[in-house]
């Protein structure tokens, strides 16, 4: 059985804070230590603090705004007002690039990490080498969804577990085998984590305990990436 655990307590944090240090204290500090196989989902916002990657922006200047988010585009798809819908360098197609001006001061927005894989690797790492644990990371953002309204969160980055899991040539309940179904394992788990954290709640990060042990391999966000080649809306 899954059990979502928000980790709380993790006071603000500045570039160059050790993420690993500072959950793994916390989630101890409230009683729900880390242990092995456990899956811990951490916000973008948090880990683009600690990487250094924030920036100064007016956030009235909507000039500034449309050259920062171009800057961080590989392509523009569509603009609609202030709305851009870009892809990233990551592969990711999203609003503004991923440019975001909540949960940090006034004046200031947050970028993407540069590689958000490598950022979970780290944190996974860390936990490993100083606290013990063998854990997976998932680094998550929220993303709008086309032909659906709400948001969501998903993994931009993920360490030690899959980020598709492949069910092609297995069987349903009624023995049917299935020929195209793979689960975003890591999305999935990206989104139950947010339903304890919050948008409003300064919970930066979630424990995901009782993971199918099959899903904890080496992944990677590109698994999660449709590529050209199969994109039908491109």
Do not use: Y
């Not at 995901?208 to 449709?226: C, K």
């Amino acid at each position: 059985m899954l059990s979502v655990i928000p980790v709380e307590g993790i006071a603000e944090v500045r570039e160059g804070d050790e993420l690993a240090t500072l959950i793994a204290e916390a989630a101890a500090a409230q009683d729900t230590p880390l242990i092995d196989g456990d899956c811990v989902v951490v916000t973008q916002k948090i880990v683009s603090k600690v990487e250094g990657r924030v920036v100064d922006l007016d956030p009235d200047d909507r000039e500034e705004r449309e050259r920062l988010v171009e800057s961080e585009s590989v392509r523009v798809l569509r603009r609609r007002g202030d709305l851009i819908i870009s892809e990233t360098r990551h592969g990711f197609v999203c609003a503004n690039a991923g440019v975001d001006l909540s949960n940090v001061n006034h004046g200031r927005a947050a970028l993407l990490p540069i590689d958000a894989d490598r950022s979970a690797r780290h944190i996974r790492d860390a936990l490993r080498a100083r606290h013990g644990v063998g854990v997976a990371v998932i680094v998550s953002d929220t993303f709008g969804r086309p032909w659906r309204l709400g948001l969501t969160d998903v993994a931009i980055g993920v360490a030690g577990i899959a980020g598709v899991v492949d069910l092609r040539g297995t069987h349903d309940a009624l023995g049917r085998e299935l020929q195209v179904t793979e689960v975003a394992v890591a999305d999935e788990l990206a989104a139950a984590a947010e339903l304890v954290m919050g948008k409003s709640r300064s919970v930066p990060a979630a424990i995901i305990r009782g993971v199918d042990r099959e899903w904890l391999r080496e992944g990677s966000v590109r698994e999660l990436v449709r590529s050209p080649a199969d994109d039908l809306f491109r």
